[in-house]
């Protein structure tokens, strides 16, 4: 079943997480298990690539535009098997291909380097117009974070994509409340960001960001409308940092994670059991 496989691979990607993680002891490991849905969602069920041809022409891109969830997306890519899992070992070490804050000239399947944020939907807006002038049938992914729209640059490329009508553009925020210098709400209210997306153009949902079903019918709803000529797309995604970990979702502090050697194991044991119970209630 299609929500089921989704399902299966976001809890692996955030085993995948922890076990990166722990090689260092630190990291953006809230914002990897929180968004490990919407990422499964995307490489299990929305790209076409070729695992064996990561520069294939043909391959939807998707952009990370929040680099240092970083972590979040290497467990996507060996997830579907652009890189190798055994690679995650390497993580955030001395000559990885896998960095802590994404690049694109180290890491297969990373499409943009990122680090200040507020670029990623620029780059994006000229990609997919750059693909629409080619012809080509390619759609255009940009993750974003609730964060990142502080940056006006994020609106002038919103802007500017509705102008272009880039119907082959997906933008997919995430909404954790949460970044680096407190709570989204004390650093820059951004509410009512529905309305605001809506006012700049594009198709706007809102969703729960860790309902895979409710994450996967807001992209069939876009899958219907795509068009080279269209409306741009964008999935507001509710989420909560650290998702299936109990013991990291309550943390104080969670932009940026250091957590105990000994908690480590815990966090493993609570995301397996967690994840084992709520499938014996689908059952």
């Given at each position: 079943?299609?929500?089921?496989?989704?399902?299966?691979?976001?809890?692996?990607?955030?085993?995948?997480?922890?076990?990166?993680?722990?090689?260092?002891?630190?990291?953006?490991?809230?914002?990897?298990?929180?968004?490990?849905?919407?990422?499964?969602?995307?490489?299990?069920?929305?790209?076409?690539?070729?695992?064996d041809d990561p520069?294939?022409?043909?391959?939807?891109?998707?952009?990370?535009?929040?680099?240092?969830?970083?972590?979040?997306?290497?467990?996507?890519?060996?997830?579907?098997?652009?890189?190798?899992?055994?690679?995650?070992?390497?993580?955030?070490?001395?000559?990885?291909?896998?960095?802590?804050?994404?690049?694109?000239?180290?890491?297969?399947?990373?499409?943009?380097?990122?680090?200040?944020?507020?670029?990623?939907?620029?780059?994006a807006v000229g990609?997919?117009?750059?693909?629409?002038?080619?012809?080509?049938?390619?759609?255009?992914?940009?993750?974003?974070?609730?964060?990142e729209l502080d940056?006006?640059?994020?609106?002038?490329?919103?802007?500017?994509?509705?102008?272009?009508?880039?119907?082959?553009?997906?933008?997919?925020?995430?909404?954790?409340?949460?970044?680096?210098?407190?709570?989204?709400?004390?650093?820059?209210?951004?509410?009512?960001?529905?309305?605001?997306?809506?006012?700049?153009?594009?198709?706007?949902?809102?969703?729960?960001?860790?309902?895979?079903?409710?994450?996967?019918?807001?992209?069939?709803?876009?899958?219907?409308?795509?068009?080279?000529?269209?409306?741009?797309?964008?999935?507001?995604?509710?989420?909560?940092?650290?998702?299936?970990?109990?013991?990291?979702?309550?943390?104080?502090?969670?932009?940026?994670?250091?957590?105990?050697?000994?908690?480590?194991?815990?966090?493993?044991?609570?995301?397996?059991?967690?994840?084992?119970?709520?499938?014996?209630?689908?059952?």
């Amino acid at each position: 079943m299609r929500i089921d496989e989704v399902r299966d691979a976001a809890h692996r990607m955030r085993h995948h997480v922890l076990n990166m993680g722990e090689a260092q002891g630190q990291g953006y490991v809230g914002q990897a298990l929180g968004a490990a849905d919407m990422l499964a969602c995307v490489y299990a069920d929305q790209l076409s690539y070729r695992p064996d041809d990561p520069k294939w022409e043909g391959r939807d891109r998707f952009l990370l535009s929040t680099g240092h969830y970083a972590i979040g997306l290497y467990a996507a890519l060996a997830e579907a098997r652009i890189i190798d899992a055994a690679e995650l070992d390497s993580y955030g070490c001395d000559d990885s291909r896998l960095p802590m804050s994404g690049m694109a000239s180290y890491t297969p399947g990373m499409e943009i380097s990122g680090g200040s944020l507020g670029h990623g939907l620029t780059v994006a807006v000229g990609m997919a117009l750059g693909l629409r002038h080619q012809g080509s049938p390619v759609r255009v992914f940009n993750f974003l974070s609730d964060g990142e729209l502080d940056e006006g640059s994020t609106w002038e490329a919103a802007m500017g994509a509705a102008h272009h009508q880039l119907g082959n553009l997906v933008a997919m925020v995430d909404i954790n409340a949460l970044q680096a210098d407190g709570p989204t709400a004390g650093v820059l209210r951004t509410e009512p960001v529905a309305d605001k997306w809506t006012a700049c153009g594009w198709f706007t949902q809102r969703v729960n960001g860790n309902d895979v079903e409710a994450l996967l019918a807001a992209f069939d709803e876009i899958a219907g409308r795509a068009a080279p000529v269209g409306t741009p797309a964008v999935i507001l995604c509710d989420t909560r940092v650290g998702s299936g970990v109990p013991l990291l979702e309550n943390r104080e502090k969670a932009h940026f994670m250091r957590i105990d050697a000994d908690e480590w194991q815990i966090c493993r044991e609570q995301l397996t059991a967690g994840y084992q119970e709520k499938a014996g209630v689908d059952a």
